[in-house]
């Protein structure tokens, strides 16, 4: 038997029950794939994530939602960093080495920025009212034009007219596994959307819902579609540099903060801040 140290952390959290909740394994040697999702099952978090040595990384890390392992996403990729750098002398600039790259994060205290992969984007086959029903609103309530958006982990970023319609959407899963579904590189498929809209200067309101074994799940703080959001931007050819405040997750009683910014160049980065909860381990 095997003691396995853990930590559980809040991501773009302001007070200590806020924000996206993040188990990280701190030495997952030892832990085959079956377990570490098993694991992930076990702590039914949005992600867990495993950390293991790297000779190309400051860390390696792998990361599982409870029915799969993804290649990046943010809210684990800033959590994991803030547990690297207390387990080593990583300092504040700690690179990650994960499924879709070599991932670098900054620290200033607890907020933890990540600079995202350059993003690549393609056209939504569905029509605006095919998004709209998926979504359980009005074909008035879309804003401008969606586009599916990768920085690491793709999404389906789709703008609403008002922060109204975004507080009213209602996903229908069967519409959802229809329009919004992608392929895992490793087989599969995945079913996300992201809904945002400006809700004041500088500011945006953002709603991610996901299917997870069938059911429609809202998440607190997505850090990926957050990124995935700058991308849009860009492909928008909004004027750089832009920095924007993302509210989320007040649906679900865990308000997210999360900080974007694209500079100039077009390098989009994603930020926030970062709790530890708890410590514990399992035993294998």
Same mark, same amino acid.
């Given at each position: 038997?095997?003691?396995?140290?853990?930590r559980?952390?809040?991501?773009?959290?302001e007070?200590?029950?806020?924000?996206?909740?993040?188990?990280?394994?701190?030495?997952?040697r030892?832990?085959?794939?079956?377990?570490?999702?098993a694991?992930?099952?076990q702590?039914?978090?949005?992600?867990?994530?495993?950390?293991?040595?790297?000779?190309?990384?400051?860390?390696?890390?792998?990361?599982?939602?409870?029915?799969?392992?993804?290649?990046?996403?943010? !809210?684990?990729?800033l959590?994991?960093?803030?547990?690297?750098?207390?387990?080593?002398?990583?300092?504040?600039?700690? $690179?990650?080495?994960?499924?879709a790259?070599?991932?670098?994060?900054?620290?200033?205290?607890?907020?933890?920025?990540?600079?995202?992969?350059?993003?690549?984007?393609?056209p939504?086959?569905?029509?605006?009212?095919?998004?709209a029903?998926?979504?359980?609103?009005?074909?008035?309530?879309?804003?401008?034009?969606?586009?599916?958006?990768?920085?690491?982990s793709?999404?389906?970023?789709?703008?609403?007219?008002?922060?109204?319609?975004?507080?009213?959407?209602?996903?229908?899963?069967?519409l959802?596994?229809? !329009?919004?579904?992608? $392929?895992?590189?490793?087989?599969?498929?995945?079913?996300?959307a992201?809904?945002?809209?400006?809700?004041?200067k500088?500011?945006?309101?953002?709603?991610?819902?996901?299917?997870?074994?069938?059911a429609?799940?809202?998440?607190?703080?997505?850090?990926?579609?957050?990124?995935?959001?700058?991308?849009?931007?860009?492909a928008?050819?909004?004027?750089l540099?832009?920095?924007?405040?993302?509210?989320?997750?007040?649906?679900?009683?865990?308000p997210s903060?999360?900080?974007?910014?694209?500079d100039a160049?077009?390098?989009?980065?994603?930020?926030?801040?970062i709790i530890?909860?708890?410590?514990?381990?399992?035993?294998l």
């Amino acid at each position: 038997m095997t003691a396995y140290a853990f930590r559980i952390l809040n991501v773009f959290a302001e007070t200590p029950l806020g924000g996206n909740p993040l188990a990280v394994f701190e030495d997952a040697r030892g832990i085959d794939d079956a377990t570490m999702q098993a694991l992930a099952l076990q702590f039914n978090l949005s992600e867990t994530t495993f950390i293991l040595p790297s000779t190309a990384a400051s860390a390696r890390v792998r990361i599982f939602t409870p029915t799969f392992e993804m290649p990046f996403a943010g !809210h684990p990729t800033l959590g994991t960093a803030h547990v690297v750098r207390s387990l080593s002398d990583a300092g504040d600039a700690v $690179t990650l080495e994960m499924r879709a790259g070599v991932i670098a994060v900054r620290a200033n205290g607890d907020e933890w920025t990540l600079a995202a992969k350059a993003p690549q984007r393609r056209p939504v086959a569905a029509s605006r009212q095919d998004l709209a029903a998926m979504l359980g609103l009005d074909d008035g309530d879309l804003g401008a034009t969606p586009l599916w958006v990768d920085t690491g982990s793709e999404h389906l970023v789709i703008p609403l007219a008002s922060p109204d319609a975004v507080r009213r959407t209602a996903p229908r899963g069967d519409l959802m596994l229809r !329009h919004a579904s992608v $392929t895992l590189p490793a087989g599969g498929s995945r079913t996300m959307a992201y809904v945002w809209c400006e809700s004041g200067k500088g500011r945006v309101l953002a709603r991610f819902f996901f299917l997870k074994q069938g059911a429609i799940v809202e998440d607190p703080g997505t850090g990926s579609a957050c990124a995935n959001l700058g991308g849009w931007f860009i492909a928008q050819g909004t004027a750089l540099p832009l920095s924007r405040t993302v509210s989320q997750g007040s649906h679900v009683g865990r308000p997210s903060k999360l900080y974007l910014d694209i500079d100039a160049s077009g390098s989009v980065r994603v930020a926030g801040d970062i709790i530890e909860l708890a410590r514990g381990s399992v035993t294998l």
